[in-house]
C-alpha cells in the first residue's frame, strides 16, 4: 500500500516531539522493529531541529515551562514542513524549512561541527541522519532554506498480505 | 521527569522519557548550576526512563564531560538501554563515558 502525509507547523523547538511522533504513527502500520522505530525518529527529529535552530534561529523554547533561557532571542516566525511517504516499503521523509540556508553544507556535515557549541549542541545532527537512515540527502541556498530527504527500507516489508 | 541529586561528590541527573533539544536547555542549565554551587566531582546520567534520544543528549553529555574532565572528574551512564547504548556508540561517547547497563 503507498501513502502519503504532510504536515506544516511553527518552527519552535515544542513542535520536535510532534514530527517524530506523527512519523512513528505514519508507518507504525508496518510493524516496524523498535530498532526501525528509533532510527527513523532520532533522524526527524535532528532534522527538525536543525530546521528549528538553525534555519529559523529561534532558539526559546529552549527550557522548560515555558522559560527562556538569557541566551535566547526572539521569535522568529517560520513553518517547517514535514513530508513522508510510503511506497512499497520504503519510506521517504522530506524536511524543509525557509530559513535562512546554509553556507557550506559538507562542512554543516562534518561529524561534530557545529556552530553553537555555546548551547550545547554537539555537531552530530547530520551524522546520526546518515547512520540511522539509508539515504541521505540535503539541498540548501542560503537566504531561502534547506530541504532535507532522507530514505529508509522498511525491513517489516509492505502491507500484511490479503488486507487489501 | 528530570531530577537532580547530589550524592556524596556526585551529581547525579536522572533524565526525562524524551531527551532531545527541547529539554536539553534546561537539563544543561540546571547540571551546571549544581557543578557551580556544590562541591561535585563525578556526574551519573541516569537513563532509567529513557526512551528517545537524539544528539541534543550527546551535547548534554559532551558539555558536562568538558566541564568536570579536567578537574578530574568521570561522566558515568547508568540503566543504558539498547537505543541510548546505539546513540552513545555511534557518537563516540562511549570511549569517555562510563557506560553501565
Known sequence: ?164 | MENFQVIDNCLMVKLPEEVDHYQAGYICQEADRFLMEENVCHVVFDFEDTVFMDSSGIGIIMGRYKKIACLGGKVYAINVGRQIRRILDLSGMSALVEVLA
Open chain 1, 1 to 164: 500500500m503507498n501513502n502519503e502525509m504532510e504536515l506544516l507547523f511553527d518552527a519552535r523547538s515544542t513542535n520536535e516531539g510532534l514530527a517524530r511522533v506523527a512519523v512513528a504513527a505514519f508507518v507504525a502500520h508496518l510493524n516496524p522493529t523498535l530498532e526501525e522505530l528509533s532510527d527513523i525518529k532520532t533522524a526527524v527529529s535532528e532534522a527538525v531541529t536543525n530546521a528549528i535552530i538553525h534555519g529559523y534561529g529561534n532558539l526559546q523554547g529552549y527550557s522548560r515551562h515555558g522559560e527562556v533561557r538569557p541566551s535566547a532571542g526572539d521569535y522568529f516566525p517560520g513553518k517547517v514542513r514535514l513530508a513522508c511517504k510510503l511506497a512499497d516499503g520504503v519510506l521517504d521523509v522530506t524536511v524543509e524549512d525557509q530559513g535562512k540556508g546554509i553556507e557550506d553544507i559538507s562542512k554543516a556535515m562534518e561529524p561534530l561541527y557545529t556552530t553553537m557549541p555555546e548551547l550545547d549542541r554537539s555537531g552530530m545532527g547530520f551524522a546520526f541522519m546518515e547512520a540511522f537512515m539509508d539515504h541521505l540527502e540535503v539541498e540548501s541556498s542560503p537566504g531561502k532554506g534547506t530541504r532535507i530527504h532522507m530514505r529508509k527500507k522498511m525491513t517489516s516489508g509492505s502491507w500484511i498480505p490479503g488486507e487489501e
